[in-house]
């Protein structure tokens, strides 16, 4: 669940109720923005979670894009973020951090300490990822894994279109769109000539490649539109397709490719759909069905 304030409802009020309503998924935060509470707010939340639903939570922890931006906020140093998350794991485990502060509820008001929940953190540069590697137990991010970690988590977007369902259907645009609202927000910024498109993926085969027209969906394979967005590099590479690993074709390719690159002994990177939009429920279930098709 995301931690943009100005943009959503209570992350941990909506956690701790899926919690109640389920007893088995994985729940998590996707990304916890460390400027937006205390960090003894924190803690119990966690310890909360932890006890509602031992075992099930994971959190994941970022510098902030929406949740500072929409207050015409920069991310968060790395130098911030550290001495959080330490904080944070030293509350978790019934330490006293260094300005004399500890959890010291009461065991019946709260989870004894201490409390072992993961921690993920969302770095794309190298002194993220390094950071990560010290304090954190994985990495979490929107594009491949920058760099092999024992436990990486990947969100993966788009929507699965339906036999005959044409890319420019309302619907589609409704679950798709949502995701190029970020995109826009970053090429907005960005100096390059920037171009924005969906594409149509068929998955089905190794070989698929993104239609270059918005064309309706006719094949007999599954089909997945993904958000992409094409960059002007420079002159040696005039265009460079930056695709969204929204697709099912990515995720079998991905999971290939990582065996191969990976030793037995590392995780492979986990796909964490991220659907958009009014069909929520729909989309979870096209995209798992679509999924389960190409991996057997």
Request: net charge positive; proline share 8%.
């Amino acid at each position: 669940m995301y931690d943009s304030a100005a943009l959503y409802e209570d992350i941990w009020i909506h956690i701790a109720r899926a919690a109640e309503a389920t007893e088995r998924i994985g729940i998590g935060t996707a990304v916890l923005v460390p400027n937006l509470r205390h960090v003894m707010t924190t803690a119990p939340a966690i310890a909360t979670i932890d006890r509602i639903a031992p075992g099930r939570l994971v959190c994941a922890i970022e510098t902030g894009y929406t949740a500072r931006r929409v207050l015409r906020q920069n991310a968060l140093t790395w130098k911030f973020m550290r001495a959080h998350i330490e904080q944070l794991r030293a509350l978790l485990r019934g330490d006293v951090d260094g300005r004399a502060c500890q959890m010291i509820h009461r065991p019946e008001l709260a989870k004894a300490r201490p409390i072992d929940v993961p921690i993920l953190i969302s770095a794309f540069g190298p002194k993220g990822r390094s950071i990560a590697r010290e304090i954190a137990d994985g990495w979490m991010g929107m594009t491949p894994p920058p760099e092999a970690f024992d436990w990486a988590e990947q969100w993966v977007r788009g929507t699965v279109l339906e036999r005959g369902e044409s890319p420019s259907a309302s619907r589609v645009v409704d679950d798709v769109g949502a995701w190029l609202v970020g995109a826009y927000h970053l090429t907005g910024k960005s100096p390059r000539k920037t171009c924005l498109r969906f594409p149509v993926v068929p998955i089905g085969s190794r070989k698929s490649r993104p239609s270059e027209r918005n064309e309706s969906a006719t094949s007999p394979s599954t089909t997945v539109i993904v958000p992409t967005c094409l960059q002007r590099t420079g002159r040696r590479s005039p265009h460079s397709e930056t695709k969204s690993p929204g697709t099912v074709g990515w995720v079998k390719s991905r999971t290939c490719a990582n065996a191969r690159k990976n030793p037995p002994r590392r995780t492979r990177p986990r796909s964490l759909y991220t659907p958009a939009g009014d069909h929520l429920l729909r989309q979870a279930e096209t995209f798992y069905r679509a999924v389960e098709s190409v991996q057997g």
